[in-house]
Every structure is written in structure tokens, then in C-alpha cells.
């Protein structure tokens, strides 16, 4: 039989199949109508794990835009800068908002960038990623799995984070995120972007994005497959790389307190900086972007599609 002949019977099978398959009404109640409900329930009992890897100079705001991001203050000491190599400190969470559990793995360099040769500042990033991928393997690789009760470290999502120079890209920062590109899901930020006019901040995001393709780099873009959320992360891949603001500091803004920076100018909402960048000189911020959709969404995404 050949190959065409082979196409020709399995194209009938399938219009075969395809006709056999009817309709039927139900005359009363079955019940599975509640597996959605089910599977909702056993995920909200069962609870989530959601793993980010912060890479970024020391003084960044690494820690304090994820305190901003979740709304809480997370333990964190400051860094020093004349540490000898780069070293990763790795802090666990549980965290809970309307009787749902999320299990927060936050994973922060610290002294990255500091040393006077920086060569091999990516490898002990790339090391831990690694350490990661080979505990989940050995753990798929017993005779007695505990998959379910077993802590998954592998990382969800990496936040990059990009000095407000206004410039261009630094050797550092090209070489890490082509190591890494691989291997995480790499979302560029800059950071401090209250440090940058509107004009500068726009020409520097469209500088960052031409080098990245000019050096093969992948980072992570929105899924558009998808027609229901197509237009919004198609929106959502046109703020990459996020310019964003954090604070530790509350200021008042109308009867309410909020994390924010306050400037003779205007006021900088940490978690909202869209809806007040505008009273400001130094143009737009997309932590609103970062905030509403990529938590609740993206990181969604990432743990459900298992792209680590």
C-alpha cells in the first residue's frame, strides 16, 4: 500500500469518525456539569506555587517593587556592595487572599554586578536554575513519586532588572540573559523609571528591544494563540520591557494611603503609577500593566502551561 493510499483511508476513517458523532439530549440531570466546579475546588484546596527569580544590580528595587507587587513587606536586608562573588538568597512565603493559598518562592542575586570582573557573574544563576531542573528529575525518577506533596523550586518567571542609565543595554546584561533564555521565562523591567523623562524612558525601551533581537535574546512575550486574551497581551508585549516604580513608603493621596513616591511635582503611586503618571513630567510608568494582569494572569500561565 502507498503513502497516498495510506492518506486516502485515514482521511475517510476521520470523516467516518467524524459522522458517527451525535448529539443526544439529556433527559434530566447527570452531574457533570460540576467538573469545573470540582477541579476549582481541589486547586483552591490544594493551593499554588508561584517561583520568581529577581536578577538586578545591587540597589535596584529588587526587593521593593515585590513588596509593592504583593502588597505586603517581604524579610530583606540590604546588600553590601564589595562582596566578593555573586551569591542567591532564596526566602519561602505563604501568602493568602480570599481563602486562596499561594506558595511564593522569591529568589534574589545578591552582588550581582558589583565585582570588577564580571565575567562569570551569570554562573551561579545559571548554577542554581540547573540545581533546580535536577531535584524535580530525581524526584520523577523514584520508584514512589510524591509529585503532588513534592515543593516544585523550579523558577516560573524571571525578572530582569535593567539600570535607568537612559543609554543602552550593559555587557552584563546581554550576556546573563543569553545564558539564561533557555532556561527561564525572562521578563526585562526597568527600574526606577521615575529616574527617566517620558521622551528618554520611550527611546530607551525601543534601544533595549533592538539590542535584545540584535543578540539573539528570547525573552518572554504574552501568548496570543488564545482569540479571548489576544488583544490584551498583544497590548501587554507592547509595554515590554515594564517601566516600573516601587515604594516602601505610604503617602496620602486624596482619603487614602498608598505605597507612592511623593515629589514636589506630583505623587508616584507605587502599585497604580499609570493613573498619576500623568500629572507628572517624567511621562508613563507600566506598573499597572505589571501588577493587574501579569500576577494574576501570566503567573497563572507559566504554573499551568509548565513553561520553567
Request: proline letters at 3%.
Amino acid at each position: 500500500m502507498t503513502a497516498d493510499t495510506k492518506s486516502a483511508f485515514s482521511a475517510v476513517d476521520r470523516k467516518t469518525a467524524t459522522e458517527k458523532v451525535r448529539d443526544l439530549k439529556l433527559n434530566g440531570h447527570v452531574g457533570f456539569d460540576s467538573l469545573p466546579d470540582q477541579l476549582v475546588n481541589k486547586s483552591v484546596t490544594q493551593g499554588f506555587s508561584f517561583n520568581v527569580l529577581c536578577i538586578g544590580e545591587t540597589g535596584l528595587g529588587k526587593s521593593t517593587l515585590l513588596d509593592t507587587l504583593f502588597n505586603t513587606t517581604f524579610d530583606s536586608t540590604p546588600a553590601t556592595h564589595d562582596l566578593p562573588g555573586v551569591k542567591l538568597k532564596s526566602n519561602l512565603y505563604e501568602l493568602k487572599e480570599n481563602n486562596v493559598n499561594l506558595k511564593l518562592t522569591v529568589i534574589e542575586t545578591v552582588g550581582y554586578g558589583d565585582q570588577i570582573n564580571k565575567e562569570d557573574s551569570f554562573k551561579a544563576i545559571v548554577d542554581y536554575i540547573d540545581s533546580q531542573f535536577e531535584n524535580f528529575l530525581q524526584e520523577e525518577m523514584k520508584i514512589k513519586r510524591a509529585i503532588h506533596s513534592f515543593h516544585d523550586t523550579r523558577i516560573h518567571a524571571c525578572l530582569y532588572f535593567i539600570a535607568p542609565t537612559g543609554h543602552s543595554l550593559k555587557a552584563i546584561d546581554l550576556v546573563c540573559m543569553k545564558k539564561l533564555d533557555s532556561k527561564v521565562n525572562i521578563i526585562p523591567i526597568i527600574a526606577k523609571a521615575d529616574c527617566i523623562a517620558k521622551n528618554e524612558l520611550h527611546k530607551f525601551k525601543i534601544k533595549i528591544m533592538s539590542e535584545l533581537v540584535s543578540n539573539g535574546v528570547q525573552i518572554y512575550q504574552f501568548p496570543t494563540d488564545d482569540e479571548t486574551v489576544a488583544d490584551v497581551n498583544s497590548t501587554m508585549n507592547g509595554h515590554i520591557p515594564f517601566a516600573v516604580v516601587g515604594s516602601n513608603e505610604f503617602v496620602k493621596v486624596g482619603s487614602k494611603n498608598i505605597r507612592g513616591r511623593e515629589y514636589p511635582w506630583g505623587t508616584v503611586q507605587g502599585r497604580y503609577a499609570l493613573a498619576t503618571f500623568s500629572t507628572l513630567p517624567i511621562g508613563s510608568c507600566d506598573q499597572t500593566a505589571l501588577a493587574d494582569w501579569w500576577l494574576p494572569n501570566a503567573s497563572l500561565i507559566l504554573v499551568i502551561s509548565g513553561s520553567v
